[in-house]
Structures are given as structure tokens and as C-alpha cells.
């Protein structure tokens, strides 16, 4: 099994940073994907940022332009910088992965709150 620990979320104001990071442990040789979801109160579970083995990536249109994900595999960790964050951002934060016959595995979320 694969364990995730996020961190790096917290408060940032309107149009600052933030980097969350996400560390893998366990049976990680089998990562294929990973990513990064948030929910906001009242929201269904959105996809932000997904990156693959091979390093291609897919981002939320809301985000295109402002966030950055990347990994470092031999980390096993996924990180995503925020840039330029906006009031619609705060969300809880969570880390995915996959591996490769398709079985996903979520972190226990990270909240980002943006004041204004």
C-alpha cells in the first residue's frame, strides 16, 4: 500500500505563494500518476493538477497559468506551487496517486485558505 502525507498548506493572502508537497511511502514502485484535488465547502472534489510517470501534465482551466505541478521521483514526492492566489482558491487540498492497475490512494488533505 502506498501512504501520502501532504503538507505546505496554510493561510496566504490574495495574489501570494504557496508550494504544497507530498510525500509517498510504502509500495511506491508501482506509482504511475499523480495529482492534486481540492474541495471547497458545499463543492464536489475537483481535479487541479495531475502529472505522469513520464512528466506529462493536465490542470484545471481555473489554474492553467498560475500553478505549477511537478515530482521528484526519487523523492516519491509531487509538489504544486500556487502562484497568484485568487479568493476562489481556498479549498482542502489533497494529494492522489495511482498506480498502474489503476487503484488510487489519497492523502488526508491539506488545507490553503487566501485572504483577501
Known amino acids: 500500500q502506498v501512504q501520502l502525507v501532504e503538507s505546505g498548506g496554510g493561510l496566504v493572502q490574495a495574489g501570494g505563494s504557496l508550494r504544497l508537497s507530498c510525500a509517498a511511502s510504502g509500495t511506491t514502485f508501482n506509482i504511475n500518476a499523480m495529482g492534486w484535488y481540492r474541495q471547497a465547502p458545499g463543492k464536489q472534489r475537483e481535479l487541479v493538477a495531475r502529472?505522469?510517470?513520464?512528466?506529462?501534465?493536465q490542470y484545471a482551466d481555473s489554474v492553467k497559468g498560475r500553478f505549477t505541478i511537478s515530482r521528484d521521483n526519487a523523492k516519491n514526492t509531487v509538489y504544486l506551487q500556487m502562484n497568484s492566489l485568487k479568493p476562489e482558491d481556498p479549498a482542502v487540498y489533497y494529494c492522489?496517486?495511482?498506480?498502474?492497475?489503476?487503484?488510487?490512494?489519497w492523502g488526508r488533505g491539506t488545507q490553503v485558505t487566501v485572504s483577501s
Open positions: 492522489n496517486v495511482n498506480i498502474w492497475s489503476g487503484f488510487h490512494y
Open positions: 502529472i505522469t510517470r513520464g512528466n506529462s501534465t
